[in-house]
Structures are given as C-alpha cells and as structure tokens.
C-alpha cells in the first residue's frame, strides 16, 4: 500500500491559495502507484482564528467538492486532513476522507480543543470518538487530529475495532516536536498498529510548526521522515506487518478493562 503525506505551509485566512498548493502537490507528487494521500489539519484556513466564524467552510461543502475531484481525478483516496467547518453557527475542526471514487468516507470533529491556542473560545468540541473505517483497498484505518494525540483513550476504541492504520493530522508546534514524535511512536507500539503523522510546517506570525510528518509501523520503528520545510513522503507499508505484530505481542487478546479505572 503505496501512501503519499504532503506537508507544507498552510497560508492563515486564504483558502484558495492552500487549495492552489495541494491541486499543484497532486500533480507533481501523485503517481499510478499512489493508493492514499494524506493532508494536514485546517489546510483551508490554518489557525486564523478570530477570523473562522467567516471564514468556515459550511458543512465541509467546499472542501468536500474540492478533494473529491481530486480524488476521482487521481483515483487516489485522500485522508483530507482537516478544515474550519461550520455547522449549525457553531464552527468545527472537523477531519474527513474521501475515496478514489469521490465518496465520502468519514468525518470526525476534534474532541480536544488546545487551551495553549485559546481554541475553545473559537471552536466547538466534537462528542464522539473517531471510528474504524475502510478504503477502497479493504484497508481498516481511522483519522484523528493533533492535540487529540494527547489522550491515547481515542484511538484504543478504533484499534480494538480492528484499524490497521491511524493517521493523525496536526499543526504541531516546533516546540514541543520531542512530544509529536514521543507520543506517535507510544501510539504505535501500544496498539500494535500503523501509525501516521501528517504535520504542517513554516511560521504563520504566531506559531512555528514543526514538520516532521512520519510513517511509524506496529513495531514503533520509523519508516520514513521529513524535515522542518515542506517537503512529501512517498512511502510503502505492508499491512500483513500489522497482523505479524498483533500475533506476536497480543495486546488486545490480554485486555483485562474489568480491572482498568
């Protein structure tokens, strides 16, 4: 299974200048061989956010219409990251995928808002936990977004439920890149799973963020890594690796959640 990560400057409050950057990323870096491209987290606004109750997307309607032609037009799935949604006056994180064929496949809104980046005051929580789902090549996988990385509960409901893969988006800072690589890696290796990171990168005036998109396998070895620029992944994986390593280190047949508090 053939994954393509794009991580690259997302341009604050200009949504057609960032959908100008992933077509042109599209065109230069997708191939035949390509099977899933990945996106980073609020690709169409970034973090301009006294600006997003304008800004917003509405019901993921643009953005939508957006990926899923390029989508059917690569015949690549898209794990599309996430962008400023709104829905009901109330503005969301809200992360989604698309298959080759321009379907929806899922979409799940941010549960943990960073207090570091006053998020609350500007965005609604989601209530419900990222779920499992397929790709066109049968692969089970689920998406989750940057602070949520924080709280490993999240992704132990879906990786019990048989996700090979775990793809977190995020605009991690700089900063705290020992935490983004940490905590990816411990995801990995506790759920005996895939884990990818896709982050943005480059200063947008009050942030700088940390690159560093990466592809982990169940084992919690590094596949492969970019810098701090924007730069993409062409990478490999085999998911029959996820099987070996439930096999070998059978986390989820030794649970015992009637003793957890």
């Known amino acids: 299974m053939n994954i393509e990560i794009f991580q690259f ?14 077509a042109t990323w599209f065109s230069n870096y997708v191939t035949s061989q390509t099977d899933v491209v990945v996106l980073p987290e609020m690709w169409n606004n970034g973090y301009a956010l006294p600006q997003l109750q304008a800004l917003s997307d509405s019901r993921l309607s643009r953005s939508y219409e957006f990926i899923s032609k390029l989508a ?3 015949q690549v799935d898209v794990i599309a990251g996430s962008v ?25 809104d941010k549960v943990h808002l960073v207090p570091m980046l006053n998020e609350p005051s500007f965005l609604n929580a989601g209530n419900a936990v990222p779920e ?3 790709l066109s090549n049968g692969a089970r996988v689920t998406q989750i977004i940057c602070y949520d990385l924080r709280f490993p509960e999240l992704l132990r409901y879906p990786a019990r439920k048989d996700a090979q893969i775990a793809f977190y988006v995020a605009q ?24 990818i990171g896709c ?13 560093n998109s990466i592809v982990i396998n169940p084992n919690g070895e ?10 993409h992944i062409t990478c490999e994986i085999d998911l029959e690796e996820v099987d070996k390593q439930r096999d070998t280190i059978p986390v989820f047949k ?8």
């Open 84 to 108: 400023s949604n709104a829905k009901s006056n109330e503005v969301y994180n809200t992360a989604f995928a698309v298959s080759k064929y321009g379907k929806l496949l899922n979409n799940y």
């Open 199 to 211: 982050n943005g990168c480059g200063d947008d005036g009050q942030t700088e963020y940390a690159g």
């Open 132 to 134: 499992p789902f397929n």
């Open 9 to 22: 400057k997302v341009e604050p409050a200009n949504t057609e200048l960032n959908e100008e950057t992933i």
């Open 72 to 74: 059917i037009k690569y």
């Open 254 to 261: 030794n649970l015992r959640p009637h003793l957890y508090k």
């Open 222 to 231: 590094i596949l492969s890594q970019l810098g701090y620029k924007p730069d």
């Open 172 to 195: 991690w800072p700089l900063v705290r890149l020992d935490h983004w690589i940490a905590l990816l890696k411990a995801r990995a290796i506790e759920n005996d799973m895939y884990v």
